[in-house]
Nanobody, 112 residues
């Protein structure tokens, strides 16, 4: 059974930083596409970043240059380092594995 557990969300001021983690079990993150999504209130869930098995990193235009995805195969965990956060980054952030399994999400709120 594949499980994903996100953590690291919280309240941060504009311009601040947060690092999200997604710990996986029942699947090897090195072997599948991993992705981060987010869903703001009243909006559809949107793709934010991806980590391919090749190591390739992909980003949505809205976060390019501010967010950095990474993975630690030994810990079977993917990360999303978020810098220069903006109020429009406020959302529940989700991890997704292999285009199917979702985590429970972690809330990120950017506000002064």
């Amino acid at each position: 059974q594949v499980q994903l557990v996100e953590s690291g969300g919280g309240l941060v001021q504009p311009g601040g930083s947060l690092k999200l983690s997604c710990a996986a079990s029942g699947i090897s993150i090195a072997d599948v596409d991993m992705a981060w999504y987010r869903q703001a209130p009243g909006k559809q869930r949107e793709w934010v970043a991806g980590v391919r098995p090749t190591g390739a990193l992909l980003y949505a235009d809205s976060v390019k240059g501010r967010f950095t995805a990474s993975r630690d195969n030994a810990k079977n965990t993917v990360y999303l380092q978020m810098n220069n956060l903006k109020p429009e980054d406020t959302a529940v952030y989700y991890c997704r594995a292999a285009g199917s399994t979702w985590g429970q999400g972690t809330q990120v709120t950017v506000s002064s």
